[in-house]
Nanobody
């Protein structure tokens, strides 16, 4: 399974971005996977941002982004999204999407089986 993250860029504080993560595999069945977004700032560890279960009916957020970010998915398009509003300079990081096979959503990096290559988000003050 290959995950392709996109949508990153440079934005001013208070602005918005929408990240996308598309799975590319003919045999990929989106409903078999919980999906997550993580981020890694320069010199820091990769940390959890948001997760969504297979159906999209359950979502989970890190406290740092709760109320500002929204995770969603479109299983027909094999794509998961992260809508980021009210961005802050401390949101600057490389954002990674991840897929967890046949399990519920999780905030732990070790629980995910597949990872995308990351997309850079830079928020200027």
């Amino acid at each position: 399974v290959q995950l392709q993250a996109s949508g990153g860029g440079l934005v001013q504080a208070g602005g918005s971005l929408r990240l996308s993560c598309a799975a590319s595999r003919r045999t990929f069945t989106a409903s078999d996977y919980a999906m997550g977004w993580f981020r890694q700032a320069p010199g820091k560890e990769r940390v959890f941002v948001a997760a969504i279960n297979w159906s999209g009916g359950s979502t989970y957020y890190a406290d740092a982004v709760k109320g500002r970010f929204t995770i969603s998915r479109d299983n027909a398009k094999n794509t998961v999204y992260l809508q980021m509003n009210s961005l802050k300079p401390e949101d600057t990081a490389v954002y990674y999407c991840a897929a967890r096979y046949y399990s519920g959503s999780s905030s732990k990096t070790d629980d995910y089986h597949y990872w995308g290559q990351g997309t850079l988000v830079t928020v200027s003050s």
